[in-house]
């Protein structure tokens, strides 16, 4: 029957992890959604200006520019994690699994989209830092940026654990003052030198914590570097863990 | 009902297929349990390479439930399922089998044109994006965003995406639900097009009308099992029968076998209910060479039959529910 049907020479595209297509089409599909951009690049901007470039010495500055450029990132790769709810919300899922796309492929184009897509706010407030006199040395703006950057692919696994145990179109409404809490015990939105010994304690166990230490290390040289790996991986694998767990109950279910 | 092998407006079809092709579809015995419903019960089927089978039943038959199992979306209860000799899963691996959803299955961010392009990344081979846009008839729309299309333009922009692997065998889930007459026959329209290329194609629906219009064979379903199975002709034949009742104490159904034209006898009591393509022969029968009284002869509408074949139980109780329902 199919001889009947016409083939003509389509496309051929390898069955790599990565599906470059997709990651493309998911990046532009994230930036051109208003609410997102508001959350992971207007709020972030506002918060500097609002509280960074009040600081007074230009080395203040350039710890507000990091501490808003770790919180950029976090929200932007949580927003592209919990997209994943949305999709499941619509039934795209459902119409992925008509298709021989594989769930591993799904999960680290996600990903990727989400390192993309947190280079923005991180790129917007280095540059902001820069003209509002920010003061650091090269290997603090470098390494801090990466690593702001870098540590915030913990939330992208975050967020596709929530996306997964969220049933919701409005993921990130519920995410957004989440996050905003683990930036505050982080130390994103004011230095843990204010909080009492025992909310340091606390405040060093939350997911914000050990990107936040290790973006400013090299501007204050201070913090337990230690402490913020161990922290970073930690919860690295328990959002990891979650989402494979989660991904794995939401398949069975259909 | 199984009036398959004398079934000559969809034969043709199925001798051009070369001898030895696996059919495109295969159940047996088909059953999906959701707790202590039994949603499929038993359900057999089988489609031939070319047919446009129409999978017709009132909401809640079980057709979303058998669709879903052989799309590989969900694992039946029981029972056996091919499609075009694989598993589902394999099928849509090897992309012989797509679908077009009743709803859902879109991302509202992006354009008609983006959509198909990447349903086209995760196939290892499809046919052009612009042949497909092209032919469910929404080239001009391709840089529409999805959230601003009609509910037809949606249910085309499926029909894009379904068509991208060139798939052997094309389910349609309700596919013209919620859509106004102009999108309804725009989108089967380009169905009808596409199924003109030998396609086989498997549509459920709850319209009596586009079953009729668009298929070679009915397949009716209630409560989980095939009720009948026909070329549109034979359905529709069915559906323009008539209904003799009468009282006849004692009746057994046997005695009304040889009476030609019944279709079939439903003794409640003391009544017997025929169904009849010839009510005149059995009306005949009854007042000549039966002691039955009190002779009834109704013809049955369109939708009068539609509801008497998919009612699980008989007809006497389908006629009762229907008036409590009427005088609610």
Known sequence: MTTTLQRPAGTEVPRAVLNPTYLRLDVRRVLRNRRTVVFTLVMPVAFYFAFGVSQETGADRAYAMLSFAVYGAMVAATSVGASVAVERAGGWSRQLRLTPLRPVTYVATKVVAAAVVAVVPVAVQLLLGAVTGARAPVRAWVVGGVLAWLGSLVFAAFGLAMGYLLPSENTMQVLGPVLALFAMLGGLFVPLDFFSPTLQTVASFTPAYGVGVLAHHVLTGSGAVLGAVVNVVAWTVVFVAASALLFRRDTQRV | ?328
């Not at chain 2, 009308?209 to 549109?232: C, F, K, P, S």
């Not at chain 2, 509801?307 to 006629?319: D, G, K, V, W």
């Open chain 2, 1 to 328: 009902m199984d009036t398959t092998s004398s079934a000559p407006s969809f034969t043709p079809s199925v001798e051009v297929v070369a001898a030895g092709a696996a059919p495109a579809v295969h159940l047996s015995g088909l059953t999906k349990h959701f707790g202590s419903v039994r949603a499929v019960d038993g359900l057999d089927l089988v489609v031939q390479p070319g047919e446009v089978v129409a999978f017709l039943g009132p909401n809640g038959a079980g057709k979303t439930s058998t669709i879903d199992v052989l799309l590989g979306l969900s694992q039946p209860t029981g029972g056996t399922v091919s499609i075009c000799g694989t598993t589902p899963r394999a099928a849509v691996a090897n992309g012989w089998v797509s679908a077009v959803m009743q709803t859902g299955g879109l991302l509202k961010d992006l354009t008609v044109g983006e959509t198909v392009e990447l349903t086209a990344s995760l196939f290892p081979r499809t046919q052009p994006v612009d042949v497909v846009l092209r032919r469910a008839g929404i080239a001009d729309i391709a840089d529409r965003r999805v959230a601003k299309c009609s509910g037809g333009q949606q249910q085309r922009l499926r029909f894009a995406m379904a068509l991208l692997p060139d798939p052997r065998l094309l389910v349609l889930d309700e596919p013209t639900t919620g859509m106004d007459v102009e999108g309804r026959r725009a989108f089967w329209a380009a169905i009808r097009d596409d199924a003109g290329r030998g396609r086989t194609v498997l549509f459920a629906t709850h319209y009596l009308e586009e079953a009729d219009a668009y298929a070679d064979r009915i397949v009716l379903v209630a409560g989980g099992r095939v009720v009948a199975d026909g070329t549109a002709a034979e359905v529709k034949a069915l559906s323009t029968g008539r209904t003799v009742r009468a009282t006849w104490p004692g009746v057994r159904p046997e005695d009304l076998a040889a009476v030609p034209g019944v279709d079939d006898v439903q003794v409640t009591g003391d009544t017997v209910l025929v169904r009849a393509s010839d009510s005149d022969a059995v009306a005949r029968f009854l007042l000549t060479r039966s002691p039955a009284r009190d002779v009834e002869i109704t013809s049955r509408g369109l939708e009068d039959a539609f509801i008497a074949l998919t009612t699980p139980t008989t007809t006497t109780a389908t006629t009762t529910t229907t008036t409590t329902e009427d005088a609610r």
